[in-house]
């Protein structure tokens, strides 16, 4: 029995030896967790990279490297951090594992449905263009019988996550099964293979799912466009209320809530944020994709559902694989990359899902996320009364909501 015992003991000890070695430590493992909480599938999709792929964390350190936060400081299912200009991947967890994606589905519908209508196109809100949201979906506040421009509706969209303003560009749009359907289709000719479209606004529905990779690649396809950077990284704006007596339209503050843009009592905005898109429902938990930059790079996190129940865990996680990724950009292996879309080619030698190697539209993604402002500075800006400010950190009372935000 000792001698079984002492071999036992000697074993473990030359499997930590052998994990700890210089050979094998820091490229991937397995977090240690609740043996309650679901696994991730053995087998997921490859697109991106095989290791992309596997479970578990998958990082390869180069000499100086600063490590990952532990298990118990990045507690999400799935994550990934990527650079956002060529789409390398410097580390993930699960990347692949189909999850319910809450509001962060919002990046797939402006992708899809933003370039149809012009900012300044007006639309009279009928009865049934309110038809079918979820109960207790978050709200920006749009009333029946009342004109908003597509201006107005993208804000609503962005910084409240309002599902009034989902469904009625929806509605605009041809209506929400038109509007599924298209969103499906785009996210196929994203390689966004993971993603199961039933909702337009993300609210959770039997069979909605999307993946942390996914969301990076929503975000990434978004972020070329002028109008969705401008409202993804707006913190604050006036938006049209109810006609006064003397038939003009009030109008109401609202402010995003992305906390690592605007702020909230317990996190501070986080440095260089530029968006993009943050959700919270029953099924989901919390998720988040944000962008952020420092001096010319920008980088890409998606988290989705952390395991640890604090308030804004999601954007406490963000942050620092935000931290991590800056300090350990140049120090770390590519584990994988954000491949392009089917119809053009992105210039990263990515493999798309027909085995495809694109060839050349990282210049353009590069250009469209260096042309916001003077230089290549991406920094939150706030609308108010018409002008475009500066914001500082914003502190606000959190209200929870089970329905996605």
Known sequence: ??????????????????????????????????????????????????????????????????????????????????????????????????????????????????????????????????????????LVGIKENLTYTVHDLWLGVFLRSGNDAVHTLSAMNGGTKATVSQMQRHAKELNANDTHVVTPDGYDAPGQVSSAYDLSLFARAGLRNADFREYCSTASAQFPGDKGKDGKRATFGIQNTNRLLSGDYDIKPYPGIAGVKNGSTTNAGSTFTGMAQRGDRKLLVTVMHPEKAVHNEAYREAAKLLDWGFAAADKVEPVGRLVGPRSEDDGTGAVSAQGKRHKGGQGSTQAALDSTGSGSTWTAVGITGGAVVVLGAVALMVRRRRAAK
């Open 1 to 138: 029995m000792r001698r079984g015992r002492t071999l036992r003991a000697a074993a473990a000890l030359a499997v930590s030896g052998l994990l700890t070695s210089p050979l094998l430590a820091g490229t991937a493992y397995a977090d240690q967790k609740d043996p309650k909480a679901p696994a991730p599938p053995a087998k997921m999709s490859q697109i991106g990279g095989e290791r992309l792929g596997t479970p578990g964390v998958q990082v390869q350190l180069k000499p100086g490297a600063p490590k990952l936060p532990g298990p118990d400081a990045l507690t999400a299912r799935s994550w990934i951090v990527s650079d956002a200009a060529t789409g390398k991947v410097l580390a993930a967890k699960n990347p692949h594992w189909q999850l319910a994606p809450a509001s962060t589905l919002k990046m797939l519908f402006a992708d899809t449905v933003m370039p149809k209508f012009p900012k300044n196109q007006k639309h009279t809100v009928k009865p049934a263009d309110l038809a079918g949201m979820g109960v207790g979906s978050s």
